[in-house]
């Protein structure tokens, strides 16, 4: 199973937007360190970079440690600054698959997820690559990204849907139908973007009130907020440098009182009305 327990806390993290020149500096130093602290979930996607960063983590985790979960996307691709086409042909998501295995150096995926659903495929077909890749035994678990509940449903009706990540914070929270659903149905909820905090973030405000009150930073608090907010949440924090790494692990240590999490709910919704 993928999801939070208490120790799983300080365990996830994201690698994204690593750029080649880096390769050999901070990002290195960064997995590196994951086992140190207990990290033991990593996701990214073969869009990042494009490629090199699931070649990174292989060259520098690879041979994985015992209970490693390595998460990777497919769906997407990357053809300039900023630029994210959709791509959900099956035939691309098959081979997406084997070249992640192979930039990856593993001979089955923990979790592999589509990235988006492409609106110019038949989803059926998309899912249906998902349950192929299960059933050849390359993928042991696959998830959904930036979906509605109708469409998780879609999905379940042709393969197990063990995660779903979706953009969710303080400050956006437009997926909490779909957070309620996972938590009724087991599923495990990947917030993306997980620090987030809009107007929350400005000075003299309840974050600043309450990073003093603990000794944390602004993004540990958004993260005790999600890790308190369901037994189900799985938050990835991007993390491109060892000082943000053990900022984010430090967020575990971070134990919000039932007061100080309604205070933030309560200001988080009133700060953002309209993505809440």
Known sequence: EIRQSPQDAPRLIEVRGIAPHALAGEARRVLRRLPDLGVDFVDTAEAYGPHTNERLIADVLAPYNRGTIVATKTGLTRTGPDVWPVLGRPEFLRQGLETSLMRLKLETLPLWQLHRI??????????????????????????????????????????????????????????EEVL?????????????????????????????????????????????????????????????????????????????????????????????????
């Open 180 to 276: 309620t659903y996972c938590e009724r149905e087991g599923i495990g909820f990947i917030p993306w973007f997980p620090v987030a905090a809009g107007d929350l973030a400005k000075p003299g405000g309840v974050l600043d009130e309450m990073a003093s009150q603990h000794g944390a930073t602004h993004a540990q608090l958004a993260l005790a907020w999600l890790l308190k907010r369901s037994p189900v949440m799985l938050p990835i924090p991007g993390t491109s440098s060892l000082a943000h790494l053990e900022e984010n692990v430090g967020a575990a240590e971070v134990v919000l009182s039932d007061d100080e999490y309604r205070r933030l709910e309560e200001a988080g919704r009133a700060s953002n009305p309209e993505q809440n």
């Open 118 to 175: 492409d609106p110019e495929v038949p989803r059926e077909d998309q899912f249906g690559v998902l349950k192929e890749a299960i059933d050849s035994g390359k993928v042991r678990h696959v998830g959904l990204s930036e979906v509605s509940v109708e469409e998780i449903e879609a999905a379940r009706k042709i393969v197990p849907i063990t995660t779903v990540q979706n953009l969710y914070n303080l400050a956006n929270r437009q997926s």
